[in-house]
């Protein structure tokens, strides 16, 4: 099976920056996108940043010209998160979509983390 896993989440100030990892691992035939979502106390999960591979990057139009989403490598990805705010604070999971094989059968599956708690606080 996949496994995404996820770190450098932690406390920060206002203004603080944090870069997010996420590598995954498993039989992938093909990566089709990836991404950051996050979810704050009492809230639904929402977009931070994700691409379709070889498509554009979408980031939530809160965060756009502070986080930066990185592809490292086939199989990682991480988020650069610069002027964090409070609101930023939740839990972040990484996603994504994969092509694998299950047996004799091609499946297209959508993967996620366990998430890393961020929290912006003075």
């Known amino acids: 099976q996949v496994q995404l896993v996820e770190s450098g989440g932690g406390l920060v100030q206002p203004g603080g920056s944090l870069r997010l990892s996420c590598a995954a691992s498993?039989?992938?035939?093909?990566?089709?996108?990836m991404g950051w979502y996050r979810q704050a106390p009492g809230k639904e999960r929402e977009v931070v940043a994700a691409?379709?591979?070889?498509?554009?990057t979408n980031y939530a139009d809160s965060v756009k010209g502070r986080f930066t989403i990185y592809r490292d490598a086939k199989n990682t990805v991480s988020l650069q998160m610069n002027g964090l705010r409070p609101e930023d604070t939740g839990n972040y999971y990484c996603?994504?979509?994969?092509?694998?094989?299950?047996?004799?059968?091609?499946?297209?599956?959508?993967?996620w983390g366990n998430g890393t708690l961020v929290t912006v606080s003075s």
């Open positions: 996603h994504t979509n994969v092509d694998i094989w299950l047996g004799a059968r091609l499946n297209n599956i959508d993967y």
């Open positions: 498993g039989p992938i035939l093909s990566f089709n996108g």
């Open positions: 691409f379709v591979t070889g498509g554009p």
